[in-house]
């Protein structure tokens, strides 16, 4: 990526890098379009050596889609052990029904509804042998030990990146209807980018 890192753009970069690298760090980062919220995410993705992730939006693109791809994510976190960071744009967002899922994500680790009986079956063995390891040599994991280790694993390694405008009433409106996306994140408000790194940015291109 072709950037400018301004000490502005640092300090943006240095938060949310603190947020994601952390167990079941989140972040909402709100600014106006253009104000750098998803590129800062890609490298700071890059530098926490996180799978980065985000939707391919079409128009057949729905809800089943999107719990389609987040199962696709807990595949990452708990069948290869992995981090993910994923992030969700204003533009993303095609209904509530989005935010209804992500919500109950950030609350309590799963969607209800979304994993049958053999995802959850999967899932749970590839988080066994790590919790064998926590229990010690053959002690055998009871079913609900694995159920809490797999609903920890997601939500301590699934990492929510909300890119958000503050502009209208949607982000008010948001705040009232979907609490665990503001709650259960920490929010970076990107605020009008200073002289200094409009200088920066501009030399940069001019030279």
Known sequence: MELVIFDDALFHLLRTSRTVNSPAGNALLVGVGGSGKQSLTKL????CKHRFFQIA???TYGEKSLMEDIKELFGTVCNAYGQVSFIITDQEIKSDGFLELINSLLATGEIPGMLTKDDKEMFMLGVKPHLQKELGKGVEP??????NFFLNRVKD????I???????TKFRTRASMFPSLFSQCSIDWFLPWPKEALV???GRFIG
Do not use: E, R, W, Y
Not at 44 to 47: E, G, K, R
Not at 142 to 147: I, K, P, S
Not at 157 to 160: E, G, T
Not at 162 to 168: N, Y
């Open 44 to 47: 700071c993705a890059h530098i």
């Open 57 to 59: 939006l079409t128009k």
């Open 142 to 147: 009871t079913t609900g030990q694995l159920v």
């Open 157 to 160: 390694c699934l990492h929510i």
């Open 162 to 168: 909300l890119a958000f405008s503050p502009v209208g």
């Open 200 to 202: 920066d940015v501009s």
